[in-house]
Nanobody, 117 residues
């Protein structure tokens, strides 16, 4: 079975940084695109960043220049480096397999990121 486990969330001040990690199992990791979504209270879940099997990346406009997605196929890990964090980044962050495929419904359980003074 597919399992995704996020970690690295926490409380950080505006302007600070966090690195999120997602550990995957139960899939041939290297052939899949991976993505990070986030969901704030009362808002829809949104795609933040995605990385293809070949390493190509896509970012939401709101995080371009601040967030970087990366992957380590040998470790079956995907990361999200978040810099210059803003209060608007506060959300639960989720890892997902094949973020652009609506038929794929493999999600982690999320990790909380809170940006506050």
């Amino acid at each position: 079975q597919v399992r995704l486990v996020e970690s690295g969330g926490g409380l950080v001040q505006p302007g600070g940084s966090l690195r999120l990690s997602c550990a995957a199992s139960g899939i041939v990791f290297s052939i899949h695109a991976m993505g990070w979504y986030r969901q704030a209270p009362g808002k829809q879940r949104e795609l933040v960043a995605a990385i293809g099997s070949g390493g190509n990346t896509n970012y939401a406009d709101s995080v371009k220049g601040r967030f970087t997605i990366s992957r380590d196929n040998a470790k079956k890990m995907v990361y999200l480096q978040m810099n210059m964090l803003k209060p608007e980044d506060t959300a639960v962050y989720y890892c997902k397999v094949d973020p652009f495929d609506p038929r794929s419904n493999y999600w982690g359980r999320g990790t909380q990121v809170t940006v506050s003074s």
